[in-house]
């Protein structure tokens, strides 16, 4: 099933990071891969791990904790006093290799 569904030639071009050479730097990011690990810091960083079943508590912790956070370090990241995020180190990695 996988060799005769995903290892034809017409559909490792669209997921293999091989055959993504003629792309811009822009377009080299994984979008999906980016969200599942922003997913992992909402969840492991701002929700402790806990199942979250209400959207109230969702929508509560997004606006208290979440937007704060991220309000103080772009500030700090632009200064220098913090690293870069997801989206910066994947782009930095992305100029390493080319």
Not at 23 to 47: G, P, Q, Y
Request: hydrophobic fraction near 40%; proline fraction near 3%.
């Amino acid at each position: 099933y996988l060799v005769g569904t995903w290892m034809k030639d017409e559909v490792k071009q669209m997921w293999s990071a091989v055959y993504r050479g003629s792309r811009s730097i822009f377009k080299m990011c994984d979008t999906n891969m980016l969200v599942e690990a922003w997913h992992h810091v909402l969840k492991w960083k701002f929700l402790l791990g806990k199942h979250n079943r209400r959207l109230d508590h969702l929508m509560h912790t997004l606006i208290e904790r979440v937007v704060p956070y991220y309000a103080l370090k772009t500030p700090r990241q632009e200064s220098n006093f913090e690293g870069p995020d997801i989206k910066t180190k994947k782009h930095m990695a992305i100029l390493k290799r080319a």
